[in-house]
């Protein structure tokens, strides 16, 4: 075993218990209150560790300096949840109705948190370390608030690092991959608005839903014939709302969609082709329409050069069975990409072994890799900052 796993092991019902209690009280994005508030005070008990509180509204960081030297690193976690109703049978199962952490964020959170109090104990580095706690995520508006907040001139840092789990992946192994790695993600709603009616008298109704229908399969095409097959793009609605009676026609529909590109020219093809879609199809069945567009997101890239010297930390804590420096990429999005345009850093994913994926109702974020990712923090803030 790693030997700062094994020394993290001792802490382990600590962040157990960290871990149970965001998980239990899961906050959607840009609502964390109560998990900000949880996270500062918790911070604020480690040795040296100075926190500020409200950077973009909930993000918090924490500054631990040691010793003399001027270089300065950034670690990243992120903390809010998703509108998902969990049905796993836990017995420390979400208690909010509709929201969960699907994804981790709570793991990642409690990961940087268990980093954070050993490294204040420790304080076998020199330089500083600040712990970035990052809300919304989800919704791609954390990373640009705490930015546009000041976070890279008020807490300036040289380098930033992230880190994510991943099911699907060897559980408890660090993968790491050089330049893009995550697609860009445009988070945008749609309400096509018809006439609403009686469900026996169409003649005197415009059906929105069969426009939004439509527009739906029209959708499809626009990835499979627009996008060249060598490049990766997809187009996903994830929800269809309209009305709420089998005899009534509704007045509009409401559709939300999530469109993800790997560079900007198929970003620009894909969005002009929704755009060009939304209007005819709504247009075509006699409705009218408003777009909606979410926060961008950005093309995730990491610094090769840092991801090479983080991958080699990596190995040289682990071992070179538990690290893999020719890691995969998604098509899935992190406003951590944005913190990347400003400081130079990497994102790597820790193995959450064969669980449902992230966003599943059933999945579950395995807390044995809770001392490994905390583990990788500490290496990571020991080896830059020698």
């Not at 239990?24 to 964390?32: A, D, F, I, T, V």
Request: with cysteine; hydrophobic share 40%; charged share 25%.
């Amino acid at each position: 075993m790693n030997a700062i796993v094994k020394d993290l092991e001792k802490d382990k019902a600590l962040m157990n218990e960290w871990f149970t209690h965001m998980h239990r009280n899961p906050e959607l994005s840009m609502k964390e209150e109560k998990t900000a508030a949880f996270i500062a005070e918790t911070l604020k008990g480690f040795d040296g560790v100075e926190v500020e509180t409200g950077v973009g509204k909930y993000g918090i960081v924490g500054s631990l300096k040691v010793g003399d030297g001027d270089k300065v690193i950034g670690l990243r976690a992120d903390f809010d949840a998703l509108p998902i109703q969990e049905v796993n049978d836990l017995d420390y199962k979400s208690e909010v109705k509709g929201v969960s952490h699907l994804c981790g964020h709570d793991g990642h959170t409690t990961m940087l948190l268990a980093a954070a109090k050993r490294l204040s104990e420790t304080k076998n580095f020199n330089g500083t370390v600040r712990f970035i706690f990052q809300p919304a995520e989800e919704t791609m508006e954390g990373g640009p608030a705490m930015i546009e907040d000041g976070l890279f001139d008020r807490f300036p840092v040289d380098t930033v690092y992230g880190m994510h789990n991943m099911p699907g992946l060897e559980k408890g192994k660090l993968y790491f991959t050089e330049g893009a790695t995550m697609a860009a993600v445009d988070n945008w709603e749609v309400e096509i608005t018809g006439k609403g009616g009686h469900g026996a008298f169409p003649e005197h109704a415009i059906d929105p839903v069969v426009a939004g229908s439509s527009l739906v399969m029209a959708m499809q095409s626009i990835v499979a014939r627009n996008v060249a097959p060598s490049h990766s793009a997809v187009v996903t609605i994830g929800a269809f709302q309209a009305g709420a009676a089998g005899n009534v026609i509704a007045h509009s529909a409401i559709l939300r969609f999530s469109i993800r590109t790997t560079t900007p020219e198929d970003r620009k093809l894909v969005l002009g082709n929704v755009r060009r879609l939304i209007k005819t199809q709504a247009e075509g069945f006699g409705c009218t329409w408003e777009i909606r567009e979410g926060q961008p997101g950005a093309v995730l890239v990491n610094d090769p050069e840092e991801t090479r010297q983080a991958a080699q930390i990596a190995r040289d804590a682990f071992g070179e069975q538990d690290v893999f420096e020719d890691g995969p990429t998604y098509l899935g999005s992190e406003d951590f990409a944005f913190m990347l345009q400003q400081r130079k850093g990497t994102y790597c994913f820790v193995g959450n072994g064969p669980t449902e994926f992230v966003h599943h109702p059933n999945y579950v974020f395995d807390r044995d890799i809770l001392p490994v990712g905390a583990a990788y923090w500490v290496a990571l803030t020991e080896g830059l900052l020698r």
